[in-house]
Nanobody
Framework: QVQLVESGGGLVQPGGSLRLSCAASGFSMDHYVLGWFRQAPGKEREGVSCISESDGRIYYADSVKGRFTISIDKAENTVSLQMNNLKPEDTAVYYC????????????????????????WGEGTLVTVSS
């Protein structure tokens, strides 16, 4: 049974940092597409940062480029998102998602919201950026 469990969310002041982690079980990161998505109240779920093994591409939303970094630890079966210089507009529930089909980032966006073609989702962790 595949499980994705996020951790690391919380309240942070503007300009601060948080590191989100997603622990995967029942799922191998040897062949995958996975990443982080977020959904703010009243808004559509959006891709924040994703990795696809099929094309080796790493995607970052324009709004987070230069501030967020995605990383994978295959030994620990975790995917993390380091978030620096956080802004109030980063406030959202952040979800980890994965799919063993390893389709490309382009295909992921062709699927589109809310699930982007991903079979497995975590429960989400809330990030609030506020002074």
């Amino acid at each position: 049974q595949v499980q994705l469990v996020e951790s690391g969310g919380g309240l942070v002041q503007p300009g601060g940092s948080l590191r989100l982690s997603c622990a995967a079980s029942g799922f191998s990161m040897d062949h995958y597409v996975l990443g982080w998505f977020r959904q703010a109240p009243g808004k559509e779920r959006e891709g924040v940062s994703c990795i696809s093994e099929s094309d080796g591409r790493i995607y970052y939303a324009d709004s987070v480029k230069g501030r967020f970094t995605i990383s994978i630890d295959k030994a620990e079966n975790t995917v993390s998102l380091q978030m620096n210089n956080l802004k109030p507009e980063d406030t959202a529930v952040y979800y980890c998602a994965a799919d063993p089909s390893a389709f490309s980032i382009e295909t992921m966006f062709e699927w589109g919201p809310p699930l982007y073609g991903m079979d497995y989702w975590g429960e989400g962790t809330l990030v609030t950026v506020s002074s």
